[in-house]
Structures are given as C-alpha cells and as structure tokens.
C-alpha cells in the first residue's frame, strides 16, 4: 500500500492524476528514466520508515526496559551532537521604585522609562488586552500583567513581559528576555538608547521657557515662539549650516570631553534690523528644546551678580545677549584681554568694576568649563563692525552668522508659507526686484500679512518694491549727476 501511495505522490507532483495520464514529452527514454529513479527513491525511503518503526515497536517489546532505557539516552546524545544547543537566554528585571524615590521630585526611574519607551512600541493589533492610563487627552499604552511584547534593536530581538508584584511577591517589575551572547549590547547599547529616547521625547514634548534676569534671579516666562527652522526665509546654505553645526554639537559629548574643553557653542548672529536674528534664536531653542536666558547686561551691576546669574543657568540651556554692540562702553572695549581678565576675577573687593566682551567670554569659559555641558551663548548684533575685537577672533565664537536681506530664495520660503504656493505671475517681476532693492524680510512679512489672497498681496508687494528702485535709480543719478559737476567745476578751474 505504502509503495502504491508513494508512486502516485510522485507522479502527481510531475502534475499528473495518475501514471496513465502522463503527458506525451513523459514518453522520451530520459524523462521515463528520471521518473523511475524518484519512484525508486521514494519507495526506498518509505521502506526505511516502515522498518525503523518496526524495528522500534519489537525493541519495545523484546528489550528489557533499562536497556531501552540506555538505548534512549544514547539517541538522545547523537541528537544532541547533530543539534545546535538552544541559545542561553539572559533576563534583566527592571523594578518600579516606591517609597522615597518615588517622591522625589523630577526623579524618573528607568521603569517609569521602559514604560513610557514601550508605549511608543506597542503594537495594539498584537495583544490581546491592552492597558490605557493617563490623565486628559494624553493616552498612555501599556502591558497588561503577564503580557509580553517583542522590541527589535539592531536586529535583535528583546522581549519585555510585565510581571505583577501583587504586593507579597515585591514591586511590579518589567522583565527584559534575550539571547544571552547579547547581553553587553544590551546593557552597553539598547538600555542606554531606551534613556535617550525617552529624554528625547520628554524634551520634545515639554514647553519651552524663556528667562530673563531680574537682580540676582532669574524669571521665567513660557516661550510660545512659533519660529523653526522651517518658517526661517534665509539663505538656503547657511540654514542647512546652521543645522548641521547644531546636529554635531548635541552627539559631541565624548569629543568636547576628550579634547578637554566646555562642551557648548558660541553664535554671532549679525545684520540689519529686521532680518531674522531674533527669530532665528527663536528657531534654535526650538529646534535644540534648550531653555533661553536672555541676559540683559544694563541689570547686571557687579561680578559676583554675573557669576550668580551664570552659575544658576541649568545645562542644555542657551545664554543669549542680544545687540552686543550696545552693552560695552567704548572705554572698556579698548581694554587690553589682561585688564579684561582681571575685571571679572571673583574678587569680592572688585564687585565694582564695570564688565568687559571678552572678560565675560573669558569668565563664562572658566565657569563652564568646570561645570555644565550643552550650553549655547548667542549673540546678536546689528553692527558687527562696532564689535571688540577680541570677540570676533577666530575661535572665539564659533559660527558667525550673516542674516541679510530678503533674497530670492528667502522670498520663496516666505511666500510657501504664507500661502502655500510654490510660483505665481507675479514671481519674474519680484525676482527681478528683489534683486536691486534692500529690503529685509521682516517688510516683505509685513506686506504679506496684509491680505490672505496671494494675488493681492503679491501685488502689494511689488507696488512696495517699485519705488524702491526708482528711488535707488534716482540717488544713483543725482549721484552721478554731482560728480559730473564737480568734475566739470575743476575743469573750468584748470582752464
Ligand atoms: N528671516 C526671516 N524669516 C521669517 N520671518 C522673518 C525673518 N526676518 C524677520 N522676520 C519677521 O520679522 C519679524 C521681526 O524679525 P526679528 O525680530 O527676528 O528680526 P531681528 O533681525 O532680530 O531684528 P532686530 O535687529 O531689530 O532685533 C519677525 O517676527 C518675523 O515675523
């Protein structure tokens, strides 16, 4: 029976009912012979079967049981030669904290993190109950108590389960399950990426204050500043600059600590008014989710006020100083950077000494390089020419930033987001004006904002931008015109 079975299966898989109906190619001598070899083949394997299972049933019978027993062990040690071992698994159990650490203020535990990391991770179409917690709209998934999920890092598969305490068996603990030859990844790379992750987020999702100095203090506002990086119209280069160099700062921690220096970053944001500095500040904190500090140096009277205001500003945090150009008088900018130096030491009987540009670099440098990190100094100015010297010596702020007038590109970007468009009749004609006249961004804003149709307001601005250059073209001649008589009066002279 067994071989008539195998036969047919044989031919059936060459797509045949039966061997009757073999096709007519199947009657060539070579395809006659292949299709007895399988049959053979497979009617040899099927007797091979029959008989290990014959074979087995009288051992059964006829032996007696230690040696079956023995006869067993043996197979099972072949096996276990021909098999690779299963993997070692290894389990790390994260505990829920209580008691003091849970009243801790700000305090997180890596539990409280694992948590919030598997909610983004969570595949609801995957389990069979799900957990919702959380206050407001703000929805929080999780695990039920004894449901396990699988997380894949780096092409590894973790499996987290939820283990309930029930109060006798100690606190709720989240089990994490790999492969053991894993484990240092595990520790060194995916539990340190959960961390970040969840930093990540919470700064993402957390608002952004603005501080500003008040005697001793700071006071503190929130910042709703709708600026980013998107909504910026500036060059296209030095924005993609701007975000690369700030992109490189924030994964430069081993770096800065290598090369023994404060990890922060210094910006000198300079042009006419109107031309985006402030706005760009703006963009930075919201694009770093650092906190500003706008330190306005008129409140400022002593050192040790500096020194106190400095030391209190939290890491990843941005000091900005806004028109620099106005907080130094001309007297202490021709100071020599060793007077400087001395003016902001923290000498208590020196309270009194008016503050220097570079004594502040110089005094924030110190302070910072002994402690904090992720710290950003902007400043702005509107005359960069006006400037100490010092302050604009190489390696003294990192990036100086030019912010200038509305060019082409800086009008498309304004023009995208005001009214979504990507061209219009009117572009040649505004493209051509925006090349012969200065006009900052912040007007060609201002005109845009007037009318939310785009077809008026475009037109608006090109009956902004017209005189402009009418007048550019007007002083142009009256200029050329003065020199062509004053020319003309020294001719008459020489004559
Ligand atoms: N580059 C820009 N991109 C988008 N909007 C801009 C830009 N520049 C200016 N604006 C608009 O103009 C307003 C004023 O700009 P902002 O205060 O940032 O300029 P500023 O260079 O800091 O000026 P000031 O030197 O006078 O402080 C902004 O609120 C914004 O609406």
Known sequence: ???AHTSYTASSSLGCSSPMELPSAASSPSTYKLVDTYKKAAATA?????YAVLARGMARELLPPDLCAVVSWGASLVRGHLQPPPAQRCTIVVKRLDGYAINCANFNSFYDDVNEYLATRIDPQSMRRLCLSGTGARKVMSMDSGDSMTDVFEGVQFTWTSVSGDGRKG????????DAEHTDMALGRYVPSITAAVEQTRRRDCALKIFMNEGLSWRG????HPATFDTLAMDPPTKQAVIADLDRFLKRKEYYRRIGKAWKRGYLLYGPPGTGKSSLVAAVANYLRFNLYDLDLSEVRYNAALQKLLISM?????LV????DCCFSTHTLVSSSDECL???SLNANMEWQ???LSGLLNFIDGLWSASGKERVIIFTTNYKDRLDPALLRPGRMDMHIYMGYCGWEAFRMLARNYFLVDDHPLFPEIQELLAEVEVTPAEVSEMLLRNEDADIALLGLVEFLTPKKQGKKDSVKIHLEKTSVVHCARFCLMD
């Open 354 to 356: 008016s503050i220097t």
């Open 221 to 224: 506002i929130s910042h709703n």
């Open 314 to 318: 939290p890491n990843r945090s941005i």
């Open 321 to 324: 100083i806004e028109d620099i």
């Open 342 to 344: 001395n003016i902001l």
């Open 1 to 3: 029976a067994t071989r």
């Open 46 to 50: 099927a007797s091979v079967t029959a």
């Open 171 to 178: 606190p709720d603990s989240l089990e994490l399950t790999f």
